[in-house]
């Protein structure tokens, strides 16, 4: 007798897994339907098609003809990525999530260089601010302990929290006072 809700379970293929249906159409149609979700990194494109259940060779030259058409640019993919992710996080933790998305390291350098410490620095005092205004603090050594260590997370340098936190304090005394 079968129970309502439960269902009898086949027995596994090839040693626990389950065997794998072909994907359907080809492995640059695939490529293509998920850069049009959002752009990708070569590594993570041949992660995910490889996934699907492309074969290795097809995968391959599917993204050599994106990469062909040019669909696909891992250059243009890091600078992006730098561009829209500078606001509120800083070069390590930039460099470390375009490395994790199979960005090499000149790559990561070459993305990294169109920022500059003034942006840097301007990206970090407004994040202080907002964190600043949600729970103000006494001081600067209480404001590096609790702020500066969001920010050092968010991976910015110790001398851009140092002064982001500095500017947002004493621009905060500054209006307290007139």
Not at 87 to 100: D, H, I, K, Q, V
Request: aromatic share 4%.
């Amino acid at each position: 007798m079968k129970k309502r809700g439960w269902s009898v379970r086949e027995p596994a293929i090839d040693g626990g897994r389950r065997a794998r249906a072909a994907p359907t159409g080809t492995a640059v149609d695939s490529g293509l339907r998920y850069l049009t979700g959002r752009a990708h990194s070569r590594v993570e494109l041949r992660r995910k098609l490889l996934r699907k259940g492309f074969e290795t060779d097809e995968v391959e030259a599917a993204l050599d003809r994106l990469v062909e058409l040019r669909y696909l640019d891992d250059e243009a993919f890091a600078r992006a990525l730098v561009r829209r992710r500078s606001t509120n996080r800083g070069p390590a933790a930039l460099a470390a999530e375009l490395s994790a998305k199979g960005i090499d390291r000149a790559g990561v350098a070459t993305a990294l260089a169109g920022l500059d410490g003034d942006a840097q620095l301007a990206a970090a005092t407004r994040l202080v601010e907002r964190l600043y205004a949600a729970k103000p603090v006494p001081g600067y050594r209480e404001m590096l302990d609790s702020i500066g260590a969001k920010l050092v997370r968010r991976g910015y340098s110790g001398a851009i929290v140092r002064a982001a936190c500095r500017a947002v304090l004493t621009g905060a005394s500054g209006d307290a006072e007139a």
